[in-house]
C-alpha cells in the first residue's frame, strides 16, 4: 500500500526544513504558503478491496494538526456517495513549523535576522543561502558581526590578528571561524578592502590585509670562511625571507634538501651554503637577488614528487640543477626503494631529458610499482663521492675559462 501517510505528509514539510527554504523566506519575503503537498491516495479498486483501510487512512489525514484537508466528492459503485482526500495543504509559516516542531529554532533565526538588519544588512544574502548554518552560530552570530563590524571600520589593518581588540573576540576564535568569516567579509567589505588574488582559508589574513607570521629560511655555511657570525661556530641560521634577501654570504653554490638530516650531516663544501628546502613553498627565496648569481642545486627524493617540485622550484630559478636525482643512483641503492603514497601524474615541462624520461619511468611504474627512492636512504660516501665530482668539476670549467 503505498498510500501517502501522515508521517510522509510532515517528512515533506521537514525537508523544506532541511534546505533552508522555509527560514530562508524569512529574509527574502518569499510566500511559500499556502503550500500543497503531495498526496497519493486510493484507486478505485482499492477501494473496494480494501475500504475499510481505506476508512482508516482518511481518518489519520483528517486528524493531523495544522494541515488543511481538501475533499472530493465521488460516488463508488457499491459504497455509494464518498468523500475522498484530494489535496492537503500548509496554510501558513506557522502552520509548517508546527507540523514540524521547528517554532522555537524559527523564533532563533529570527533573531539573527533582526539583528543582521540593524548592524551588517550586507551579510542578508548569506542568512538567506546558509540558514541552517547561522542557526549553528546563533550564539557566536553577536562577536561575528562584531569581528565584521571592526574590519568595516578598519579595512586593511596591517596588524597581527593578535592585535584585533573587540570585547569578547580574541584571535584563536577569528582563527577559528576563518571559513565563515571569510564568506560573510566578501560581502561586507569594498572590493579596496579585499585581495582577491589570495584564496583559501590559510591566506585569510593576507585576503583581508592583517599582518602575516614572517616566512623564514633555514639555513647552513658549508664553508666557515663565510661565516655571517664571529667566531668558529656551527652556522645553522634561520632569518626572515626579507632579513634572507639583504644578506651577503659570498657564496658560489647553493644547495636545497627536503631531508632535515641531510641538511645538519651536508658535508662541507667551499664558497657554499644549504637551504633547507620546504616543499612545494619556494616563493620565500624569490626575494633574494644574490641567488641568481650562484649555481643552484636540488636534492630532493627520487620519486613523482620529488621530480614536480624540481620542476616548480625552476618556475623560479630556471637554471637550478638536481643533484644525485639520477637514474644511476636509484639503480645503486635498490635495496633501499621504497613506495610512493599517491604519485603526482601531471606533465612536467622544466625537466631536462634524462630527468624527464626517470619521470616518466616513474610515473607510469615500468620499474616498479610506485617507485620512491628517499634521499636519506643513499649512502653518505655515494653522497661526498658526487659532491667531490661536481665541485671539481667546476674547479676545471673554472680553470678552463681563465684560459
Not at 97 to 109: C, E, P, S, T, V
Not at 198 to 222: A, N
Request: glycine share 6%; net charge neutral.
Amino acid at each position: 500500500m503505498n498510500w501517502t501517510r501522515p508521517i510522509e505528509l510532515r517528512g515533506q514539510v521537514q525537508r523544506l526544513w532541511e534546505r533552508g527554504d522555509l527560514l530562508a523566506s524569512l529574509v527574502t519575503g518569499e510566500g511559500i504558503f499556502p503550500r500543497q503537498l503531495t498526496l497519493k491516495g486510493p484507486g478505485s479498486q482499492e477501494m473496494t478491496e480494501r475500504f475499510d483501510a481505506v476508512r482508516v487512512w482518511i481518518a489519520e489525514l483528517r486528524a493531523m494538526p495544522h494541515c488543511r484537508v481538501e475533499m472530493r466528492e465521488f460516488r463508488h459503485r457499491l459504497f455509494g456517495a464518498n468523500a475522498l482526500p484530494h489535496a492537503i495543504w500548509i496554510d501558513t509559516f506557522d502552520d509548517a513549523l508546527a507540523l514540524i516542531g521547528k517554532r522555537r529554532d524559527a523564533m532563533r533565526f529570527q533573531a539573527l535576522l533582526e539583528c543582521t538588519r540593524t548592524r551588517a544588512p550586507q551579510v542578508l544574502a548569506w542568512l538567506a543561502k546558509r540558514p541552517l548554518r547561522a542557526l549553528e552560530l546563533a550564539d557566536e552570530w553577536p562577536r561575528l558581526l562584531d569581528i565584521v563590524a571592526w574590519l568595516q571600520a578598519h579595512p586593511r589593518p596591517g596588524i597581527y590578528l593578535r592585535q584585533v581588540d573587540i570585547p569578547g573576540v580574541h584571535s584563536k576564535f577569528i582563527e577559528s571561524r576563518r571559513g565563515v568569516l571569510s564568506e560573510l567579509l566578501d560581502l561586507a567589505l569594498p572590493a579596496t578592502a579585499i585581495d582577491s588574488s589570495v584564496t583559501g582559508l590559510s591566506q585569510f589574513v593576507r585576503r583581508y590585509g592583517f599582518r602575516d607570521k614572517p616566512q623564514r629560511i633555514r639555513f647552513r655555511l658549508l664553508d666557515r670562511r663565510h661565516s655571517l657570525l664571529p667566531g668558529d661556530l656551527e652556522q645553522d641560521l634561520t632569518l626572515d625571507a626579507q632579513s634572507f634577501a639583504r644578506i651577503d654570504p659570498q657564496t658560489e653554490r647553493v644547495f636545497i634538501t627536503e631531508n632535515e638530516i641531510n641538511f645538519l650531516a651536508f658535508p662541507a663544501v667551499s664558497h657554499s651554503l644549504i637551504i633547507f628546502g620546504a616543499g612545494y613553498g619556494f616563493e620565500t627565496l624569490r626575494e633574494a637577488a644574490w641567488l641568481s648569481r650562484c649555481r643552484l642545486h636540488y636534492w630532493g627524493d627520487i620519486d613523482t614528487h620529488g621530480f614536480a617540485i624540481l620542476d616548480q622550484l625552476r618556475a623560479h630559478f630556471p637554471r637550478v640543477e638536481s643533484f644525485l636525482m639520477d637514474r644511476a643512483t636509484l639503480l645503486a641503492f635498490e635495496a633501499q626503494w621504497g613506495e610512493e603514497d599517491q604519485q603526482t601524474l601531471r606533465d612536467l615541462p622544466r625537466l631536462n631529458p634524462d630527468e624527464q624520461a626517470l619521470y616518466d619511468d616513474l610515473r607510469d611504474n615500468r620499474l616498479c610499482r610506485n617507485l620512491r627512492l628517499e634521499q636519506e636512504r643513499i649512502g653518505f660516501g655515494w653522497v661526498e663521492v658526487a659532491l667531490a665530482a661536481l665541485t671539481g668539476r667546476q674547479s676545471a670549467q673554472q680553470a678552463e675559462s681563465r684560459l
